[in-house]
């Protein structure tokens, strides 16, 4: 079975995006899937997908493009790029948690990143419109990943 | 112009994103340190702010979105200083499952710095990925060790990020005696583990640099401290928390948001795992300072680079205690005592992770707050980590820049500062004049 995993946190706007379009693909794949929400500490994710099969991966990115681009990367296959996905404390992010498991061969045999480029990350609630408008798009995307 | 007249800069942009941002500014010139200045970008004083006219029962949960990797710190701080503003007392049970959830804290707090963060300072990797691939083993009982940190804090606070069961007065819903059964086994295991690090970090190599710190701590008369005790130090401090005010000053500094904080009439002092440890000693279990002294340290110790073995014993020390705490465990009668609020003023210091939490508050009749003042224990430590680095750079002089900014790096990393988020906080640049 397929594990979402929807990354953010939810009082720093788009960075809350993640979370949202894994609370709302709920409603829509139901439960054919697993789906957890976290806050992007990179130990406890590896810990939650060590022996998972295939896990599907949504986080706000902050990289410089156009608010509301969305990624897919195949992140089992190889690293994200740079500093992709923004960090929402001082844990290992996301990208670390994933190298690391690389390292430490913990990696689930299929890990499909997506990210959503964000605008604004300054605490608060409510996503840019930008952001909003994409999420739908997103869902679409991740739905069609999840049915492949 | 010689070699030894030329200046070095070296400049770190970016600490890391964390709660704010940080930077730091290193100047050299003919072989001379000229300046020092660690700038951090300090978010509690946005919090103050905000804390004001909310009602006193609100402000754990608040404070405790301040820090990600320290909310249970910030939780028992705030309740702690309510508690003592309308003149309670929590005692007994609850009084232990807050001892309980703050050894969680420690143990996924210290795990994280320990073998994430600092150990591949010691070893020359670039970062925990990098050591990965050649201790494979360390860095997974470290990840191990850290997630049973996790679950304590989870099982009694709800969830592991910002837990939502710790209120004014105790808890929302207290454990029954058989729910610790799974938890009980995975501490067992974990307290084992951490002997297994102890010999691994304790044959590190140690940067030969000890100084005369004035190391300041809570001290309860029986206990390790966790959330209550006089503030003392080794240089003749010894107060209670309500007289916080009398003894420290927060000092404005140009080149910084935080304040700096100091000791008044003798400037930095030292706080967090190195402090608890050196003034608390004999208040750890025999089993765990036979562990210490196995260790390589002695009663007190007084190289900051080896706060690495000190955490991995506060590691041991918290899962011991946790150990006690379970077994002794019998599930009180109500989850909280009544919490009716009053006018008043409220002191809470308690030990967090990286050190001293004092927060201060002042509520209306009706328990709204009127003024808030929280000092985290980094701000505390930044003077003291500039004064570190104004004696530690001097010693390192001949070494290429690149090598001297990884010391610097390290020399920060000892005390675990919010802003050592990233393992790559240090950009660096550097300007031979």
């Known amino acids: 079975m397929t594990l979402v995993i929807g990354i953010g946190n939810d009082f720093r706007r788009d960075d809350a995006a993640g979370l ?3 609370q709302r693909l709920k409603g829509v794949v139901g439960n054919k899937v697993l789906f957890l929400e976290q806050s992007g500490d990179g130990a406890l994710l590896i ?12 986080d ?52 499909i990143v997506f990210g959503i480029e964000g605008k604004y990350f300054g605490p608060g609630r409510g996503l840019s419109p930008e952001v909003a408008q994409s999420i739908p798009k997103l869902i679409d995307q991740v739905k069609s990943e999840i049915e492949k | ?38 700038r951090i970008f300090e ?24 820090c990600g990797i320290c909310p249970i710190a910030y939780m028992m701080s705030a309740c702690h200083a309510m508690e003592n503003a309308i003149g309670i007392k929590v005692e007994g049970q609850l009084r232990e499952l807050r001892r309980l959830i703050y050894c969680g804290e420690w143990i996924e707090s210290h795990g994280l710095h320990v073998f994430m963060l600092h150990a591949p300072d010691f070893l020359g990797y ?18 191990q060790l850290k997630k049973v940190g996790n679950e304590i804090v989870s099982f009694l606070g709800g969830r592991e990020i910002h837990p939502i069961n710790v ?42 640099f000890e100084q005369d710190y004035e190391f300041v701590s809570l001290r309860h008369p029986e206990e390790y401290p966790f959330n209550e005790g006089r503030l003392v130090s080794n240089k003749g401090l010894d107060i209670a ?46 089993e765990v300072q036979d562990a210490a002294r196995s260790a390589g340290l002695d009663a007190t110790c007084q190289n900051p680079f080896k706060s690495i073995i000190v955490r991995t014993v506060e590691i041991l020390y918290a899962l011991t205690e946790a150990i006690r705490i379970i077994d002794n465990y019998e599930r009180p009668d109500q989850p909280a005592v009544a919490a009716p609020p009053c006018e008043g003023v409220g002191y809470g210091c308690t030990e967090a992770p990286r050190g001293s939490l004092y927060h201060r508050y002042q509520i209306d009749r009706k328990g709204n707050v009127l003024d808030a003042n929280i000092i985290p224990p980094t701000s505390q430590n930044q003077k003291q980590i500039e004064t570190d680095l104004w004696q530690f750079i001097p010693m390192h002089m001949n070494l290429t820049d690149e090598k001297l900014t990884w010391q610097c790096e390290q020399a920060i990393r000892n005390y675990d500062p919010c802003i050592s988020c990233a393992t790559h906080f240090l950009k660096l640049e550097i300007d031979r004049g």
């Open chain 1, 20 to 22: 949202i379009t894994v």
């Open chain 1, 47 to 58: 810990e939650s997908w060590k022996d998972k099969e295939r896990v599907v991966l949504i």
């Open chain 1, 60 to 111: 706000a990115a902050q990289s410089g493009r156009k608010p509301g681009t969305i990624y897919r990367f195949e992140a089992d296959k190889f690293p994200l790029p740079g500093r992709f996905l923004r960090y929402s404390t001082h844990q290992l992010g996301v990208n670390e948690a994933i190298e690391l498991a690389r390292a430490l061969k913990q990696l689930p045999q299929q890990l």
């Open chain 2, 1 to 38: 112009m010689s070699e030894e007249k030329k200046s070095r800069i070296l400049k770190v942009d970016v600490l890391a994103r964390v709660e704010g941002e940080g930077a730091l500014y290193v100047k050299i010139k003919e072989n001379k340190v000229k300046d020092v200045q660690l």
């Open chain 2, 43 to 66: 978010p509690p004083r946005f919090f103050e702010a905000f804390l004001r006219g909310r009602a006193f029962t609100e402000v754990p949960d608040i404070t405790a979105r301040i």
């Open chain 2, 126 to 143: 670039d970062d925990a990925i990098q050591m990965a691939k050649d201790h494979q083993g360390i860095v997974n009982l470290g990840l």
């Open chain 2, 167 to 208: 209120r004014v007065g105790g808890f929302y819903k207290v454990p029954r005696k058989a729910d610790f059964k799974p938890l009980e086994e995975k501490i067992k295991w974990a307290r084992d583990a951490s002997l297994e690090a102890l010999e691994w970090i304790r044959k590190l190599p140690f940067p030969d």
């Open chain 2, 241 to 286: 928390i309500s007289e916080y005010h009398n003894h420290f000053v927060e000092e404005h500094v140009s080149y910084t948001h935080a304040l700096h904080s100091v000791i008044k009439g003798r400037g930095s002092y030292f706080t967090g795992p190195l402090a608890r440890y050196s003034l608390n000693f004999d208040r750890l279990p025999a």
